[in-house]
Nanobody, 117 residues
Framework: QVQLVESGGGLVQAGGSLRLSCVASGRIFSSYAMGWFRQAPGKEREFVASYTYYLHSVKGRFTISRDNAKNTMYLQMNSLKPEDTAVYYC????????????????WGQGTQVTVSS
């Protein structure tokens, strides 16, 4: 069973930065495709980033990375905007990196990011 735990969310002013972390149970990065998603109130969960693709609206501002020794994936978020406000989730897929949430098998509990104007 894969477990994912996110942290690093919080309240930040527009233009600020946050770094989210996703700690995985065990060495899964070589076996699973990983991704970051977010869900704002009243909206569907949307793809944010994988190692090969970024949501257009975050490209150039967000960067995904990982530390295999720590079993941890990161999402560095710079130049944050109020529209980035959402609960952010990391997820693992057995099959492939994809923008479709339903194709991911494991999810963390999420971490809240709030960007004030």
């Amino acid at each position: 069973q894969v477990q994912l735990v996110e942290s690093g969310g919080g309240l930040v002013q527009a233009g600020g930065s946050l770094r989210l972390s996703c700690v995985a149970s065990g060495r899964i990065f070589s076996s699973y495709a990983m991704g970051w998603f977010r869900q704002a109130p009243g909206k569907e969960r949307e793809f944010v980033a994988s190692y090969t693709y970024y949501l257009h609206s975050v490209k150039g501002r967000f960067t995904i990375s990982r530390d295999n020794a720590k079993n941890t994936m990161y999402l560095q978020m710079n130049s944050l905007k109020p529209e980035d406000t959402a609960v952010y989730y990391c997820a693992a897929s057995k099959i492939q990196a994809t923008v479709v949430p339903a194709l991911y098998d494991y999810w963390g509990q999420g971490t809240q990011v709030t960007v004030s104007s």
